[in-house]
């Protein structure tokens, strides 16, 4: 069985009118939330990186609905100047232990991620790293 204890929570970042949305429809992949009305608050130039990113042994990266491991990240620091639109939803961390679910050792839009089944994908991760309040290196790898 994975072992969950030493993950806090995991976070979806979106845009506050998104919330009763989502507290009625779950929270969406990229390619569903096409198909009804929402506000996104994702980078455009991120999207199209994301947009024919398949993970391997599973579907396009689109069509999985992208949680992360902190909030305080690269992509909240860019909505900074938007911070009275962001919600930060909080999910169980159980969600963990649904079948197919994949995580990433970075960005899902970065040319180096690699990604994983939950099961050996957690222990590739450094939670020291994730959960540092900043990350400050000269090698922007």
Do not use: C
């Amino acid at each position: 069985m994975v072992n969950i204890n030493y993950i806090k929570k995991l976070h979806y970042i979106t845009h506050i009118e998104n919330i009763p949305s989502i507290l009625e429809n779950g929270i969406l992949s990229h390619n569903l939330t096409k198909i009804i009305h929402h506000n996104s608050v994702a980078s455009q130039m991120v999207q199209q990186r994301r947009e024919n990113k398949k993970i391997p042994g599973g579907m396009r990266l689109h069509d999985y609905a992208n949680l992360y491991f902190d909030a305080h990240n690269k992509m909240l620091s860019k909505l900074r100047d938007r911070n009275e639109e962001i919600g930060i939803l909080q999910i169980d961390k159980r969600i963990l232990l649904i079948e197919n679910v994949i995580v990433s050792d970075r960005n899902a839009s970065s040319d180096y991620v690699a990604f994983y089944p939950v099961d050996t994908g957690l222990g590739q991760l450094d939670f020291n790293k994730i959960y540092d309040r900043f990350w400050l290196h000269d090698d922007p790898m």
